[in-house]
């Protein structure tokens, strides 16, 4: 259990007191590696005690006990968002570890590549499963805890695709009808628990290399550096200040946003 010293204070008024994330409390969802690795990095270096899941739990420890050198604390657990108990456990047992929960990321994401017209169901189904239902699961059971709270920052992660189409070489309907599901989601969400005091928004990322990226980054490299104003790929830092501005009280009249964060790629 934290103290109530730790509890975020409302009076904070310079800009680093608003992005400080001392003592706060983070969920985040495949947090193992990826994208969900960096901004778990990033919260616990503003000082946020984490909770990483993921279905492979000796990645999400690994990652746990490397994040506690920064200082803070951070468990590990194993977690399929798209099964509803295991979501309720993670939920119940970061609220018993730490007796709140600040803020949840809604990272863990998969996609699937086939043509739309040989897309089979199943996979199309794990998808959406995963990237949205899942969103919507771990958002329900720990906005119930921020609604007692009276506080709360959601946080889903979307994508570039979830804003428009893509060419049929990259064939991933799924995916692109998830991450546009989550954007709809995370906007009418802002809109029901405004009145909560929870903050719902997305982040929106292009193009970055990880494990589930890597393959198509390098069969097609030149092309989408081609589309990217800025010349280059994400990299192990670019997601972590707009993680931390919208986990923090900077972010406390902003809700129902996407923050698009792709070097410009949808500027276009
Ligand atoms: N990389 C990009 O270019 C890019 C661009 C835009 C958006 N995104 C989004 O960013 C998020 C992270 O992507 P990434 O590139 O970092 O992918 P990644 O490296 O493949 O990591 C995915 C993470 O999600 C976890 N995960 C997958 N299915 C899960 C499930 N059912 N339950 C719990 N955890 C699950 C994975 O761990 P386990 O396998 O152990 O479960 C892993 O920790 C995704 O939502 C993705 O759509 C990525």
Known sequence: ????????????????????????????????????????????????????????????????????????????????????????????????????????????????????????????????????????????????????????KIINIASVAGLGGAPPELPAIGYHASKGGVISFTKDLACKWAVHNIQVNAIAPGWFPTHMSNRVLERYKELFLSHIPLRRFGNEHDLKGAAVFLASDASNYVTGHVLVVDGGQSAW
């Open 1 to 152: 259990m934290l103290k109530d010293s730790d509890a975020p204070q409302d009076s904070a008024v310079n800009v680093k007191q608003l992005l400080d994330l001392t003592g706060r409390v983070a969920i985040v969802t495949g947090g193992s590696i990826g994208l969900g690795r960096q901004m778990a990095e990033g919260l616990a270096e503003m000082g946020a005690n984490l909770v990483l899941c993921a279905r492979k739990a000796e990645r999400a420890h690994q990652a746990a006990r490397e994040l506690q050198q920064l200082g803070v604390k951070a468990i590990s657990l194993a977690c399929d968002v798209k099964d509803q108990t295991s979501v309720q456990e993670v939920v119940d047992a970061t609220f018993s570890q730490f007796g709140r929960i600040d803020i949840l990321i809604n990272n863990a994401g998969i996609s699937w590549g086939a043509p739309v017209e040989e897309m089979r169901l199943e996979d199309w189904n794990k998808v959406i499963e995963t990237n949205l239902t899942g969103t919507f699961l771990c958002a329900q059971a720990a906005g119930k805890v921020m609604m007692r709270q009276g506080r709360g």
